[in-house]
DNA sequence: AACACGGGGAG
DNA sequence: CTCCCAGTGTT
């Protein structure tokens, strides 16, 4: 084996973090994992990917899941195109008898893109197509010591060419996570720990003192910032609460708080305070009301719908919803 | 190539 | 509070 993969895998062996995923050869439960983690800290992940292979063990079992029922596994998570798409791809696995070892296979799965197809292919099947993640795009653009724009296409190809160059036959699903595993610990976007790095010596960025100003991204999308007003209406035990339409285009399906908008008539009661919320690029400021009971439901449209508190937590609701009535719950208590 | 899509952690 | 993170699908 070359010494650059060597070094890596000697140091990946003793220094990885034991998360659940790496103790599993099953493709699904590895491909379940990868999804989620598009964007997703590990931390966050390992609860939902436990309680998601309980629930579906298998591409068959979510195949003909409910969509509620996947969309309040997934809820938390974010970018639930995910969850859908996860769906899509498990129906398709079952229709072909279950996974082919392929690449050409995994990448044409619903939601499945180039990196977690390699991603799936190297460590469920061995195969040799190495990753680029973010991590891994930081951790070559300073082994090549590259100062493209990462966010360019040119800039990302060079890189691919580069871990396409480092990753072994052997072992390619071990050495891509241990790739992923010094960008996430070690070679980390500020205050990369160089020292402890046991590929330092082959590192072309830190050779010319560039490491830590590596890589460059030169886009930034300034935030839009939002104002939005929730209500709290309460009767015993039931909160009022709308579904977004299926065809919406963020948020398809999910129980939301009624906003100032759905019901024009009702009295502002009172105010409980404010949550923020940070989306994408997107800044939102609630502004939470306890709002007295309307006599009559307006809005054929907006479908307004008495909840029961206890069957909340097996629906999907918004994260905004959510903290809005966590601010409620809390000033309840005091 | 640009944009939309959630949510959370670190400093 | 501010800054940072970064796969896939669509346009």
Known sequence: MPPFARKLLDWYAHAHRPLPWRDTADPWAILVSEIMLQQTRASVVIPYWQRFLERYPTPAALAVAPEQELLTMWSGLGYYSRARNLQKAAQAITEAGGFRPEYEFLRALPGVGDYTAAAVASIAFGLKHAVLDGNVMRVAARLTCDAGDIGAGVTKKRLQAAVDQLIPASQPGLFNQAMMELGATLCVPRQPQCLLCPVAEFCEGR?????????IKLRRATPILEAMTLLIVARDGELLMWQRPADSDRLAGFWELPEAAHLPNVLKTQKLGTVRHGIVNHSYTITVYLAGVPRALPGREKQLKWIKRN???????????????????????S
Do not use: Y
């Open 207 to 215: 050779k010319a003192g560039r490491a830590s100003d590596l890589p």
């Open 311 to 333: 069957q909340l937590a097996e629906l999907p609701v918004s994260t905004t919803s959510r903290k809005a009535i966590q601010l409620w719950d809390k000033g309840r208590e």
